[in-house]
Structures are given as C-alpha cells and as structure tokens.
Nanobody
Framework: QVQLVESGGGLVQPGGSLRLSCAAS????????MGWYRQAPGKQRELVAA???????DYADSVAGRFTISRDNAKNTVCLQMNSLKPEDTAVYYC??????????????WGQGTQVTVSS
C-alpha cells in the first residue's frame, strides 16, 4: 500500500514563498512520476508541476518561472518551491504519484492535500 505524507502548506501574503514537501512509502515500483496538483473551490483539479524518474519536469503555464519542483529518487520525496505567490494560487495542493506517458501524466496515488492560502 502506498502512503504519501505532505507538509508545508499555510497562509502567506502575496509575493511571499512557501515550500511543499511530500514523502512516499510503500509499493511504488511501477511509478515513474511524482508531482503536485491543486484544486481551488469550484474548479477542477489541475496539474501544477511534475517530474519523472528521468528528470523531465512539466509546469502549468500559470506557475512557470515562479514554482520549482525537485525530487530525490533515493528518498522518494518531491518538493515544490513556490515563489512570488499570488492570490489565485490559493487552493488545496495534492501530492501525486503516477505514470508519465507521452500524452501526459496519469495519477495513481494521492496525498491527503495541504491548504495554501495567499492573502493579505
């Protein structure tokens, strides 16, 4: 059974920074990607950033240049450094374990979610 443990959410002012972390454990041998999705109230869950075992990274257009995803394959951890945060970044952020295909990412496991609120 796969377990994902997230940390690092919270309240931050516009322009501030937060760092999210996620540690995976369990049977993850078939997984080749980790990343973060987010879901704001009334909106669909969307990909924020993801990284494959081979180091490929993908970002949503709305966060490119502000967010940076990093991964430690040996420790099965993934982090999301979020800078220059905007109110529209407010959402519940979910860690994801999944599979990368040429057509995109297919999530297989989810974390419990961590709230990020950007407000003055």
């Amino acid at each position: 059974q796969v377990q994902l443990v997230e940390s690092g959410g919270g309240l931050v002012q516009p322009g501030g920074s937060l760092r999210l972390s996620c540690a995976a454990s369990g049977s993850i041998f078939s997984i080749n990607a980790m990343g973060w999705y987010r879901q704001a109230p009334g909106k669909q869950r969307e990909l924020v950033a993801a990284v494959t075992n081979g180091g490929r990274t993908d970002y949503a257009d709305s966060v490119a240049g502000r967010f940076t995803i990093s991964r430690d394959n040996a420790k099965n951890t993934v982090c999301l450094q979020m800078n220059s945060l905007k109110p529209e970044d407010t959402a519940v952020y979910y860690c994801m374990l999944g599979i990368y295909f040429s057509s995109g990412y297919r999530p297989v496991n989810w974390g419990q979610g961590t709230q990020v609120t950007v407000s003055s």
